[in-house]
């Protein structure tokens, strides 16, 4: 079947029942999500779909025909991260890193959705994501510096009148 | 037809505020007192009053999410408005610091508050005053060692005319009782212990109880299953749409860990309930489960049978896993095989692994609503606990999706017929605010105070 990734069209073979996980690590080389506890209870394989979060380890193929899935990778690249990497990188949110690419999603569609979310959004928007290393306050930190970056982006191309 | 319920509804309320106001007179002030010294309440009274919090679910409509216990200001949804909960803390301005037992009392028993006003009855007093005097005063003796809280709940939003309080002195002359609670002679003691408690200061029925057109339970109907913010709340009589018949030791296990091997698990509203009732003494719920199990009432035999075929068929069929249908044609039958089976089709147990769904009261119930609800927004996991959990699949189902997968589900899991509405139960579901994760939240603040208490 054909899916759609961070604007790009892939065509897999793995069956319609295959959780996207396991089709995004194991076929398509994005390793950016990451298997924590196969069950959706941690969020290290929180991807967007649509601009939603999604636990991607419970998320059939099936359920995606059509849909537009966006992955950490879909954020930017490491010579030119988008602006939730940047902070991310900025406020050394990471300590071990597994639950980050899937906290940066989560963060991410929230963001695209209300740009002007407030700190009891951010944290209880997060609470699906576990972070066993401790690096809460650094993350909370790195949301709010993204919507910060993001706005301020935005501000600057609407002056340039540039078209995003 | 609606216009003319309505105008019907308006003539009987006029009615009874007429026949109120002759038969009730204007209900006097109980004079404020100074707040009552922490010594003046023994040690044995708090911890009664904090089990009897906890039965009562008193935080739940009491304490906001993320707010402080017992300060109130939570929005009631009923079909005549929202009614705002209001501060039960011992504030003195603002909660009921300055009431005195006898006007705490006149509440819980008359529905009146300390200055003489009408309370609405989003505050089940037809069912608490049935409790006695002791009882009564160990939860005020409870509620006014809590911490006071300033804060003022919000003004409530209710249509003309349930707005005009006088009218609920009409209202309770139709339907309130007053107590307390008097025994039943010819029943036992854990009967009428049970009865005190389910019927009083638990008010199961407050949800279990189908509600009339003024918002009162139909006595007539009890137990036989009601509404509440976007939940079912299930039949606790022979219209019971469990699959296997409650029997009290499972009901004693539901009550205490919140989910029950060949039933399944507590989740929206009741959540909250089997949370408090951590703090209630096994006997209370003993009691409660042998009251209750007389008003299930004995399934008959048929209906056994039925359960234990269905229990054997459900328990071998996981010992010996069929192999999954290579590719189902139906697109319900393909989401369950995708999205669900791994979980409610593995045979592990509750509470980690997802129940047969044969055995769950959901897709035997009268109405699509509380599947729907778990399947969009999942179980939370409540902190500190063991407890069920599930992820939620709203931003991933389609409506359409959705809809075929639940036609599915109660085609292969139940023996009732094709469920109706279910599209306008999804939108309201994806529309509705139903609290889900905040539960847990707000509980575990004031739940913290009565176990601390409870054990103290």
Same mark, same amino acid.
């Given at each position: 079947? =054909?899916?759609?990734? &961070?604007?790009r ?21 994005? &390793? +950016?999500? =990451?298997?924590?506890?196969g ?26 025909? +059509? ?8 954020? +930017?690249?490491?010579?030119?991260? +988008?602006?939730?990497?940047s ?57 709010r ?20 | ?26 209900? #006097?002030?109980?004079?404020p ?17 904090? *089990?009897?919090?906890? @039965? ?15 300060a ?12 705002? #909960?209001?501060n039960?803390?011992p504030?003195?301005?603002t ?7 006898t006007a ?12 003489g ?20 005063? %160990? ?9 006071? !809280? ?22 309770? @002359?139709?339907? @309130? ?66 699959? !296997?018949?409650?029997? #009290? ?26 949370? /408090? ?17 007389? %008003? ?11 359960? $234990? ?26 989401i ?19 129940? /047969? ?18 399947? @969009? ?5 409540? #902190?500190? $606990? ?5 992820p ?5 189902l ?5 809809? *075929? ?12 017929? !094709?469920?109706s ?27 913290a ?8």
């Amino acid at each position: 079947m =054909k899916l759609s990734i &961070n604007g790009r069209e892939y065509d897999v073979g793995a069956d319609a029942e295959t959780p996207l996980l396991y089709v995004l690590r194991d076929e398509l080389a994005l &390793n +950016g999500a =990451k298997f924590g506890c196969g069950l959706g209870q941690c969020g290290a394989c929180t991807v967007m779909v649509d601009g939603e979060a999604v636990f991607s380890c419970v998320t059939p193929l099936l359920l995606l025909e +059509g849909k537009k899935i966006t992955t950490v990778e879909g954020l +930017g690249t490491v010579d030119n991260p +988008g602006p939730m990497q940047s902070a991310f990188i900025e406020e050394q949110a990471a300590q071990c890193g597994y639950c980050i690419a899937g906290v940066m999603m989560r963060a991410q569609a929230l963001l695209q959705k209300n740009p002007d979310a407030s700190d009891a959004d951010i944290r209880s928007t997060l609470q699906p994501n576990l972070c066993r290393c401790g690096t809460h306050m650094r993350i909370l930190r790195a949301v709010r510096r993204a919507a910060d970056m993001m706005k301020s982006k935005q501000a600057a191309s609407a002056a340039d009148g540039s078209v995003r | 037809m609606a216009m003319l319920r309505i105008v019907a509804i308006v003539a009987v309320l006029c009615a009874a505020a007429v026949i109120g106001a002759i038969a009730l007179e204007w209900r #006097s002030a109980i004079d404020p007192v100074t707040r009552p010294d922490l010594k003046s309440f023994t040690t044995a009274q708090i911890k009664l009053g904090a *089990q009897l919090a906890a @039965l009562g679910d008193c935080n739940t409509c009491h304490t906001a999410p993320g707010s402080r216990p017992f300060a109130g200001g939570v929005g009631v949804p009923t079909p005549f408005g929202t009614i705002y #909960s209001t501060n039960i803390s011992p504030d003195e301005d603002t909660g009921i610091g300055r009431w005195s037992e006898t006007a705490f009392r006149r509440a819980l028993r008359e529905g009146v508050d300390r200055e003489g006003r009408q309370l609405y009855p989003a505050f089940p007093y037809e069912h608490f005053t049935l409790l006695s005097d002791d009882d009564i005063a %160990a939860l005020y003796a409870f509620l006014m060692t809590r911490d006071g !809280v300033r804060a003022t709940a919000p003004a409530n939003a209710l249509a003309f005319p349930f707005n005009i309080r006088p009218l609920v002195a009409g209202w309770k @002359l139709m339907f @309130l009782r007053e107590g307390p609670y008097q025994p039943i002679a010819s029943a036992n003691d854990d009967w009428n212990r049970g009865a005190y408690l389910v019927e009083g200061v638990a008010h199961c029925g407050a949800c279990h109880t189908p509600r009339n057109a003024l918002g009162a339970e139909m006595v007539e109907r009890k137990f036989a299953g009601g509404e509440v913010e976007g939940w079912t709340a299930y039949a606790l009589n022979d219209a019971s749409p469990a699959p !296997v018949p409650w029997i #009290s030791q499972a009901l004693l296990d539901y009550l205490r860990n919140g989910w029950q091997s060949d039933h399944g698990i507590a989740r929206g509203p009741m959540a909250p309930v089997i949370d /408090n009732l951590a703090a209630a003494p096994d006997a209370d719920l003993q009691a409660m489960t042998y009251y209750m199990t007389g %008003a299930f009432g004995e399934p008959s035999a048929e209906r056994r049978r039925a359960a $234990e075929a269905l229990l054997i068929h459900v328990y071998r069929s996981e010992s010996e896993p069929q192999p999954a249908s290579a590719s189902p044609q139906d697109p319900g039958a393909r989401i369950y095989q995708a999205a669900c089976a791994s979980c409610h089709d593995n045979g592990r147990p509750l509470p980690y692994g997802g129940i /047969n769904l044969a055995l769950s009261t959901g897709p035997s119930g009268p109405n699509a609503r509380n599947v729907i609800n778990v399947v @969009l927004r999942g179980l939370p996991l409540a #902190s500190g $606990e063991r407890s069920p959990i599930m992820p939620g699949f709203a931003n991933v189902l389609s409506d359409e999706q959705l809809a *075929q997968l639940l036609v599915y589900i109660r085609s292969r899991f139940s023996d009732k017929p !094709v469920w109706s509405n279910i599209d306008s139960d999804i939108r309201a579901a994806r529309s509705a605010h139903v609290a889900i994760t905040s539960e847990h939240g707000t509980d575990a603040a004031g739940r913290a105070v009565s176990q601390h208490e409870a054990q103290r």
